[in-house]
C-alpha cells in the first residue's frame, strides 16, 4: 500500500487505533519491538521511534525490561487516578527565531509583486488565500481536515475570544482551567459572562473537576498551559471531547505552542481527534514567527459559521491585508514549515544534549 507518510508515523498511527479502539486494553503489554518490526517488515529504530511518540502522548508507558504497557484509558471505563497540582512550576515560552533576512525579504517581495493590492481593505474573515494557505498548512502538518471558510482571521487570541463570546452568547457559563493564561479570565470578564475556575491535575483538569462543572463551554489550552506547563495526555484529550460530546457543550482549544514539542510529530490537537463539531480551534503565530505578528486565526465548525456571520461577520478584518500578504508568501513559498521544522530539530538536540550532560553529572 502506498503511502507518502514515515515509516513510523504509518506505525504510530496503526498502534494507537488499535489501542483507542479496545483491541489492546488498558494496562496490557505491546508485542516486543522485534515482534513489531517482524510483523510490519520494519527496523527496529523505526519501531523505536512509534514507540516513542505513543509514550510521549501517554498511550503506552515502558517498564523496565518488561516492554510497553498501554496507558491509555476510556474516561467511561475506567476512572482517570489524579492528584491536584498543587505546585506549579512557572513555563516559559521559547522565544522563535525566524530569521529577519526571511522576513525582510519576504516584505521586498510583496512591496513588489502587488503594489495597490497591499492599501486594499481586507474582507471581514481575512484573505481568501491565506485563509487557504493556512488550511493547506494545517492539513499536511497537523492532519487537521477544514474548509478556508472555517478560518476566521483576527489580530492576536485576545481578539478572537471577544468574537467567539459574541457568535456563542453572553448568557453560557464559561469553564476555564485554573490557573490560566491571565488574559482569558480578563477577556471573558470584560465581556459579562459567567465563568466557572477548574482546577488542573498534573494531567489537565481534573475529572471530578468535569464532572461538577455546569459550564456550557470549555476553554483549555491541552498542550504546556500557562503558567504551569502542563500537557494532558490522549486519555484526557479524549476525555475532554467525551465531555463535550455528553453535555453538548463547545470546546475552545486554545493549541498555545504546540508546534514546538520535542516529539517526532506535533501534538494532536482535539479538533483533528474530534470530527470538529464541538470543537473550536485558535491558534496564533507569535511563537513562530514573532511577539510583534499580531495575527491569530480560529477554525469553527461549519455549523457554527451562521451564527458567527450574523453576529460578528460584520466587524472589520483587524489584520492589515499587507500583513496577512506578508504571511501568506511565508506559508506558501515554505520558508515558514522549513523554519518551524528548523526550531523543533535544534530543541530537540538542546533538550537532548540537557539530557546527556544531566546523566553525565
Not at 467511561?76 to 492528584?83: A, T
Not at 471573558?188 to 464532572?211: F, M, Q
Not at 514573532?290 to 458567527?308: N, T
Request: with cysteine; hydrophobic share 35%.
Amino acid at each position: 500500500m502506498k503511502n507518502n507518510k514515515p515509516a513510523y508515523l504509518i506505525l504510530y498511527e496503526q498502534l494507537r487505533t488499535a489501542i483507542i479502539d479496545g483491541v489492546f486494553p488498558y494496562e496490557t503489554r505491546l508485542p516486543s519491538k522485534r515482534t513489531l518490526a517482524s510483523e510490519f517488515d520494519l527496523s527496529l529504530i523505526t519501531v523505536e521511534h512509534a514507540l516513542a511518540l505513543l509514550e510521549e502522548e501517554g498511550y503506552i508507558e515502558p517498564k523496565e525490561r518488561s516492554g510497553s504497557f498501554v496507558s491509555y484509558r476510556r474516561e467511561d471505563v475506567l476512572p482517570v487516578n489524579e492528584e491536584h497540582f498543587l505546585n506549579p512550576v512557572e513555563y516559559t515560552a521559547p522565544k522563535s527565531s525566524f530569521p529577519y533576512s526571511v522576513i525582510s525579504r519576504t516584505i521586498r517581495r510583496v512591496l513588489s509583486d502587488y503594489q495597490e493590492e497591499i492599501l486594499k481593505k481586507s474582507p471581514p474573515c481575512g484573505l481568501l488565500m491565506l485563509q487557504e494557505a493556512i488550511a493547506s498548512y494545517l492539513f499536511t502538518s497537523r492532519g487537521i481536515s477544514v474548509s478556508p471558510r472555517q478560518i476566521i482571521i483576527g489580530s492576536g487570541a485576545e481578539y478572537l475570544y471577544g468574537l467567539i463570546v459574541q457568535t456563542l452568547g453572553r448568557n453560557l457559563t464559561y469553564g476555564i482551567e485554573n490557573p490560566s493564561y491571565q488574559m482569558i479570565r480578563r477577556i471573558y470578564e470584560a465581556n459579562d459572562v459567567k465563568i466557572d475556575l477548574l482546577k488542573l491535575g498534573n494531567n489537565g483538569i481534573l475529572s471530578g473537576e468535569l464532572k461538577r462543572t455546569r459550564a456550557d463551554v470549555l476553554h483549555i489550552t491541552p498542550f504546556r498551559s500557562f503558567p504551569t506547563g502542563i500537557s494532558a495526555d490522549a486519555s484526557k484529550r479524549r476525555e475532554y471531547i467525551a465531555w463535550a460530546r455528553k453535555r453538548k457543550a463547545m470546546i475552545i482549544e486554545d493549541d498555545y505552542d504546540s508546534e514546538f514539542t520535542l516529539s517526532g510529530k506535533p501534538a494532536d490537537t482535539l479538533l483533528a481527534l474530534s470530527n470538529g463539531d464541538c470543537v473550536i480551534y485558535l491558534s496564533t503565530f507569535s511563537t513562530t514567527i514573532a511577539p510583534s505578528i499580531r495575527i491569530g486565526y480560529m477554525i469553527l465548525p461549519v455549523h457554527l459559521l451562521s451564527a458567527f456571520e450574523e453576529k460578528a461577520g460584520f466587524y472589520s478584518c483587524t489584520v492589515s491585508t499587507f500583513s496577512q500578504l506578508i504571511l501568506y508568501e511565508l506559508i506558501s513559498s515554505g520558508d515558514y514549515a522549513r523554519n518551524v521544522n528548523r526550531m523543533r530539530r535544534e530543541r530537540r538536540r538542546n533538550a537532548s544534549s540537557r539530557q546527556n550532560r544531566e546523566s553525565c553529572s
